[in-house]
């Protein structure tokens, strides 16, 4: 996540408050407990779907090696295996944020 990704959640969350550049740090004003509390919100799903994509990259990984392995069947069966375990666990982070 960057700077650029807080710095929009932030906004979309309504944490739009005065600040006061002080040297190389910012000093902010009061913010609303509701606005934080969507910041936070959003920063976690940010961070699922972060972890969701490392899990999609795994599983798309092992069925590709598992494609390149054509003849040896239990390799192969081995690597599906991963890809659907690794899909399932993609999807369990991202059903993880819902309510």
Excluded at 32 to 43: H, K, N, Q, S, T
Excluded at 59 to 88: L, N
Aim: hydrophobic content about 45%; glycine content about 8%.
């Amino acid at each position: 996540m960057t700077k650029e990704d807080v710095i929009r959640m932030a906004r979309e969350a309504g944490l739009a408050v005065e600040a006061a550049n002080i040297g190389e740090g910012i000093m902010v004003g009061w913010i609303p407990p509701r606005g934080l509390e969507r910041f936070a919100a959003l920063v976690a799903a940010a961070e699922r779907e972060e972890c969701a994509k490392v899990a999609d990259n795994a599983s798309k990984e092992a069925e590709k090696i598992g494609r390149q392995h054509p003849e040896d069947r239990e390799s192969r069966d081995r690597m599906f295996a991963r890809a659907r375990e690794a899909g399932y666990i993609a999807a369990e982070i991202r059903a993880s944020g819902v309510k």
